[in-house]
């Protein structure tokens, strides 16, 4: 039989010399290299067989870290969403804070009120022209109201007795009054002092002083907050000057 116009002898001389020609490389070629293009075209075939499934992958879970952040987000910053929600909130504190405010029908504080000067901006009352004045101590309130009556005609601040030992009761101005005095056994003193009970045992007078006739600051700072005294009335300098000065003999003084 002839292929291409050759014999058969001749055909099997002309593919084993072919088979020769083409595996003579392979035995030229060093175990090394060829190991080497073995590897090379291993990897390839791998890489070509898996990166279908790894790109799947990779987009499943880009997907689910996109769905995750999502979720954190809403949790994380709920607030974001209601904003309307945070005004009214904001509104209603301001509303209450505004309330508290003027609930306080002498616009007292917790804060320190200033000692020295007189506890309203206006002129103390004139005994002579209220012959019905009386002094009123609220011993909740931590005030000392003038009134004629039941006319209010002026609100002092006030510091009572601590642990109740302001005496409850129905009482009057005493003659016993004067600048100042000391009094050793409690290590303080004070100004402009008036008598009410028990001839100089009980009085109005100024925030305390010390045994340099020096005021007490952080004693001072009680007035009108809570107690701090030993049983007397303490008021501002000028309205412990103003009772001494003014307020007779005999006017009425009731605590409750």
Known sequence: ????????????????????????????????????LLTLLL?????NLFQPVDAAHAERSADAST????????????????????????????KKQTKVQKTDPDGSSTQPVDWLKPSQQVDYPDPAAHPGISLEVSLQDQRVYVRDGSQLLY???????????????????????????YNPNE??????????????VFLFHSVPTDPSGSYI????????????????????????????????TGTPVLVN
């Open 1 to 36: 039989m002839a292929v291409w116009g050759l014999d058969s002898k001749h055909l099997k001389r002309r593919v084993l010399a072919m088979l020769r020609w083409l595996l003579d490389p392979v035995r030229r070629t060093p175990v090394v290299v060829t190991t080497a």
């Open 43 to 47: 990897t390839v075939l791998v890489d």
């Open 67 to 94: 769905s995750s952040a999502s979720t954190v987000s809403v949790r994380q910053f709920p607030k974001a969403h209601h904003p309307s929600k945070s005004k009214s909130s904001s509104s209603l504190a301001a």
């Open 155 to 181: 609100t002092m601040y006030a510091s009572t007795g601590m642990d109740d030992s302001t005496p409850r009761g129905s009482f009057r101005i005493q003659a016993e009054r004067g600048d100042h005095f």
């Open 187 to 200: 290590g303080i003193g004070a100004r402009y002092y008036t008598s009410f009970l028990n001839h100089g």
């Open 217 to 248: 600051k952080e004693e001072a700072d009680l007035l009108g907050i809570r107690p701090s005294s030993h049983g007397c009335i303490r008021l501002t300098v000028p309205d412990a000057l103003w009772i001494m000065k003014s307020v007779p």
